[in-house]
């Protein structure tokens, strides 16, 4: 399964930018498609997740009101609109997909996700 990311790139604090990702393969069955993130010297975080059968998404606190992560148009696609952003939100963003390993409880957790792109750069200047 190939998962890649497209759209990062740099905007000023309060601006908008769209992430888009796709999850490909013969055999890949879509529980969830995620999105982390990744700043220098820090941790990998969760951002954003959709749940493929019912639709329930989840965010971190901190991008709450301000992001948004839906389906795309294309199968076993997903964006991440971020709007107002910040300079704290400054990142190296991955889209992550889940095919059903553990239970769908396990939504913010990066072992939940199966397959990972390799990141797209969002840079926020303030």
């Known amino acids: 399964v190939h998962v890649e990311e497209t759209g990062g790139g740099l905007v000023q604090t309060g601006g908008s930018l769209r992430l888009s990702c796709k999850a490909s393969?013969?055999?890949?069955?879509?529980?969830?498609m995620g999105w982390f993130r990744q700043a220098p010297g820090k941790d990998r975080e969760f951002v954003a997740t959709l749940m493929w059968i019912g639709g329930s998404t989840y965010y971190t606190n901190s991008v709450k009101g301000r992001f948004i992560v839906a389906r795309d148009n294309a199968e076993n696609s997903v964006y991440l609109q971020m709007n107002d952003l910040k300079p704290e939100d400054t990142a190296v963003y991955y889209c992550?997909?889940?095919?059903?390993?553990?239970?769908?409880?396990?939504?913010?957790?990066?072992?939940?996700?199966?397959?990972w792109g390799q990141g797209t750069q969002v840079t926020v200047s303030s």
């Open positions: 393969g013969d055999t890949f069955t879509n529980q969830a």
């Open positions: 992550a997909a889940a095919q059903g390993r553990y239970s769908d409880s396990y939504w913010w957790m990066a072992m939940f996700y199966d397959f």
